[in-house]
């Protein structure tokens, strides 16, 4: 059984930088797409950003500039660069993986950005 081990949240101050990672536990053949997600307290989970199997990538309009995503196919990790943090930042992330087949969601890492 495929599992998604995300690491890199904590506390940050506003205006820092925090990398998150997202590593598969076994190869994942046919990925369509990998995406990260957020989840502040009282929301509802909002895709944050996704890139394809081909390298495009798209981002939600309040975090364009500022995140970026990127992926490492050997190592079946996907990355979540994130500059210029805000504290509506302030969310559990999660990482969301989509082959052909099948579909996996990480454990979620906290990210709090203190003001």
């Known amino acids: 059984q495929v599992q998604l081990v995300e690491s890199g949240g904590g506390l940050v101050q506003a205006g820092g930088s925090l990398r998150l990672s997202c590593a598969a536990s076994m190869t994942i053949f046919s990925i369509n797409y990998m995406r990260w997600y957020r989840q502040a307290p009282g929301k509802e989970r909002e895709l944050v950003a996704s890139?394809?199997?081909?390298?495009?990538?798209n981002y939600t309009d309040s975090v364009k500039g500022r995140f970026t995503i990127s992926r490492d196919n050997f190592k079946n990790t996907v990355y979540l660069q994130m500059n210029s943090l805000k504290p509506e930042d302030t969310a559990v992330y999660y990482c969301?993986?989509?082959?052909?087949?099948?579909?996996?969601w990480g454990q979620g890492t906290q990210v709090t950005v203190s003001s």
């Open positions: 969301y993986v989509k082959s052909e087949r099948y579909y996996y």
């Open positions: 890139i394809t199997s081909g390298g495009r990538t």
